[in-house]
């Protein structure tokens, strides 16, 4: 081809590529590409290219605009109702449990609330399984005065760890950890099954804007201290819990709480309900980018007397999107005082595989986890897990045991 005609093709071709990228809607990085495809091939020239460029750039920008400009659209107040439900497959090889391989119908639920203005919100959850929480578990009214400043009354999630406030719909692992079953009113807590959560009011809110994300969130309230299983309050003292998360880096945060306030409740070596100093406090750290989730938490409590502390250590890979591999080291110890198998009458010392060779004479029991989460959808995913326990006289049970379990949730 003579040089004069191959230029001139050259620079018709040059332009029908720039007309497609100014006609149809490439991503902007996409045209950046060619673009840069064009320049390398001496298609166009570092002036031109330098144009394109800049055309391209207040596109982006002008796009960026109109995405912010759609969030300002008409608010239209709306309900909204979803349901859930756990379905799995649980093998375990603890001794005490008669059945130790079944499918199991782990829970159900129906969520969902009403948006009556862009700031004001009412949400509500109730369980329809397990039987033993077969009730309402949240059920409260939400108005974001300001980003800086808010409101919520009713039946919450109290404000102590990390955890707590995660939803079972999209809990990392199958179960919560033991510090936080046992200390922030989850399922092993004193006061007896909560699911984390109690009535009351707090004030909550986001503050000093840096970029697109906000330097601290904070919430603040009081709280019954009774848990789900009392409509109303089950003693005369008001409960107080707060949290602090600071996050210096976008994606990774810090955060400390505290609960003060007493619990009515049987003790243990005790037949009548009475009332006990029930505080907490926790510490933790959490780090969440595109293929790590990472996330550990420090919580001490004293139930009457009895002082109780534990740790856990989560962390995932995310290979894909919808995947995640996990892994979870759990440490939890149940009585601090505790030195010996005396020190605790301990039912399981009656049940006939209990073996005193094997009590180590303390309070603690540490968990492993294995496992993996693949999401098909934003309601539907499937988890599998294997938990190694390793648990002394004084714990639960002496023996350690093993766990493996498949769950399935489904959603709407």
């Known amino acids: 081809m003579p040089p004069k005609l191959k230029f001139v093709f050259m620079r018709l071709l040059s332009l029908a590529l720039l007309v497609f990228l100014s006609v149809f809607s490439v991503h902007a990085e996409e045209k950046k590409s060619i673009l840069n495809i064009l320049k390398e091939k001496n298609i166009i020239t570092p002036a031109e290219y330098d144009e394109y460029k800049e055309q391209l750039d207040g596109t982006a920008e002008m796009n960026a605009a109109k995405s912010a400009a759609d969030t300002t659209k008409a608010f239209k107040p709306r309900v909204e109702f979803h349901g859930m439900g756990h379905f799995a497959y649980a093998y375990n090889d603890a001794p005490y449990l008669k059945v130790n391989n079944s499918f199991e119908m782990v829970r159900a639920c129906i969520y969902g609330g009403a948006y009556v203005t862009r700031d004001i919100d009412f949400f509500t959850l109730y369980y329809f399984q397990p039987a033993a929480i077969s009730k309402v578990h949240e059920l409260f009214a939400r108005w974001r005065i300001i980003p800086e400043f808010g409101v919520r009354v009713g039946l919450m999630k109290t404000p102590l760890t990390f955890e707590n406030n995660v939803s ?32 009351g009011a707090e004030i909550f809110g986001s503050l000093f804007k840096v970029k697109d994300y906000r330097l601290i969130d904070y919430r603040f309230g009081v709280f019954n201290g009774a848990g789900i299983q009392y409509l109303k309050d089950n003693n005369n003292h008001k409960d107080i819990s707060g949290s602090v998360t600071i996050q210096p880096i976008k994606g990774n945060y810090i955060s400390g709480g505290f609960y003060i306030g007493k619990g009515n409740y049987i003790a243990r070596g005790d037949s009548v309900a009475a009332d006990y100093t029930r505080n907490r406090w926790t510490v933790g750290v959490l780090h969440d980018s595109k293929h790590f989730y990472g996330r550990a938490e420090y919580l001490r409590g004293l139930d009457g007397s009895v002082k109780r502390h534990g740790f856990y250590v989560l962390g995932i890979y995310r290979p894909l999107p919808q995947l995640d591999l996990t892994l979870v080291y759990d440490w939890y110890n149940d009585n601090i005082s505790c030195s010996n198998t005396d020190d605790l009458d301990s039912p399981i010392k009656k049940e006939a595989w209990y073996n005193p060779a094997n009590a180590m004479g303390q309070a603690v029991s540490v968990k492993y986890s294995i496992g993996a989460t693949y999401r098909f959808t934003k309601r539907i995913r499937v988890q599998g897990f294997y938990m190694f326990t390793q648990n002394d006289a004084l714990t639960l049970y002496t023996m350690n045991t093993n766990k493996a379990i498949v769950q399935l949730e489904l959603g709407f």
Do not use: Y
């Open 168 to 199: 079972t719909l999209v809990l990392h692992t199958i179960d919560f950890s033991q510090s936080v079953a046992s200390l922030a009113g989850v399922s092993t807590d004193v006061i007896g099954p909560s699911s984390g959560r109690d009535a």
